[in-house]
């Protein structure tokens, strides 16, 4: 089974909880699925694109949807730190 | 005058015409916008939540904030593209 397709449910998994129950254990979850993203050359906006279709999906209201936040912005800030290892590595080579 | 507090504008004029009208020309600038948020070393993360706070105030409705995240897709496609530019410059060290 192709990675992609086990993240998918998980990533749902992770944020339908996180809207029934906004307890920081399930964003906690986000940052470990997050690392395996990263690990598994997952691109930040296939993320954003697979947190919109779950969103269509599910009908979620507006303020659902602002809720579903935190779990983007969880996962984003895995890319962040990657991002950010990037820069200091290019610093380095300079 | 702080690069920051000229993004927020920026960011806020692209996303809120993008909803008046959906065109790519609209994008096109999220993604020149996007070019120097990465040469500004600002973190994806505040970009999702700048992105939340956008809706919040416009008190947007669920298909706005759905029609919104093509513009977030577009930027973090440019974080994206530093990603993988990241990921093989690694794997030349290696």
């Given at each position: 089974?192709?990675?992609?397709?086990?993240?998918?449910?998980?990533?749902?998994d992770i944020v339908l909880k996180y809207l029934i129950n906004k307890d920081e254990r399930i964003l906690?979850q986000g940052?470990?699925?997050?690392?395996?993203?990263?690990?598994?050359?997952?691109?930040?906006?296939?993320?954003?694109?697979?947190?919109?279709?779950?969103?269509?999906?599910?009908?979620?209201?507006?303020?659902q949807?602002?809720d579903s936040f935190d779990v983007l912005?969880e996962?984003?800030?895995?890319?962040?730190?990657?991002?950010?290892?990037?820069?200091?590595?290019?610093?380095?080579?300079?």
């Open positions: 089974m192709e990675f992609w397709e086990t993240v998918e449910p998980k990533y749902k906690y940052q470990k699925l997050s690392r395996k993203l990263i690990e598994h050359h997952i691109a930040p906006e296939e993320i954003i694109s697979l947190h919109k279709s779950i969103m269509m999906e599910e009908s979620a209201s507006a303020d949807i602002l912005l996962v984003m800030m895995a890319y962040g730190i990657a991002y950010r290892e990037h820069q200091s590595l290019r610093t380095q080579q300079k």
